[in-house]
T-cell receptor, first 113, second 113 residues
């Protein structure tokens, strides 16, 4: 069964350092999302891509966060510099363009110390 | 603006008893509604969805949900709970325009033996 792949699964970084997360969506899924889930809360959208284009990045803290999906397939989310408040689970999800449900990867647990 | 409310932080049931996890929503137009389940340090797994048609939808692992348009609710149900159902459950909504999922804050289901 096809899955959304994310790496790394866990990341510990010091504040002010740069960190990057990678996501490979299910093959053929044009829509890709990055969500952030703070412990005890529901996931919140950071950015939505359709193919290589950003559809919604209104909630992305652009002073420190960036996201790209250069070839419309895999995607990278970067934080520079990381802050203590960035500690969270970062989830990637994808769906087919005209599909309904999104499928999630296992997530990357980020701890900023 | 779209929103989802899960009024209970935690639901406790005994194994073999029926369970209900509540969800209400607000969205412009006709909603797409979803339930996802999350186990510790894992991503979200899709359980079921309501798009159109029959108000009672069936999903994975014996779960079902009832869409009630007048009450703007989409409660998750299962006739007989299992200890293995213990997890964090999220209700989510989006409109038909392809926007991203909006999640509730989640409800922890605890099934005791």
């Amino acid at each position: 069964e096809a899955e959304v792949a994310q790496s790394p699964r866990y990341k510990i970084t010091e504040k002010s350092q740069a960190v990057a997360f990678w996501c490979d969506p299910i093959s053929g899924h044009a829509t890709l999302y990055w969500y952030r889930q703070i412990l005890g809360q529901g996931p919140e959208l950071l950015v939505q891509f359709q193919d290589e284009s950003v559809v919604d990045d209104s909630q992305l803290p652009k002073d420190r966060f960036s996201a790209e999906r250069l070839k419309g397939v895999d995607s990278t989310l970067k934080i520079q510099p990381a802050e203590l408040g960035d500690s969270a689970m970062y989830l990637c999800a994808s769906r087919v363009l005209m599909g309904t449900e999104a499928f999630f990867g296992q997530g990357t647990r980020l701890t900023v110390v | 603006a779209q929103s989802v409310a899960q009024p209970e932080d935690q639901v406790n049931v005994a194994e073999g008893n029926p369970l209900t996890v509540k969800c209400t929503y607000s969205v412009s137009g006709n909603p797409y509604l979803f339930w996802y389940v999350q186990y510790p340090n894992r991503g979200l797994q899709f359980l079921l969805k309501y798009i159109t048609g029959d108000n009672l939808v069936k999903g994975s692992y014996g779960f079902e949900a009832e869409f009630n348009k007048s009450q703007t609710s989409f409660h998750l149900k299962k006739p007989s709970a299992l200890v293995s159902d213990s997890a964090l459950y999220f209700c989510a909504v989006r409109d038909q325009a392809g926007t991203a999922l909006i999640f509730g804050k989640g409800t922890t289901l605890s099934v005791s033996s």
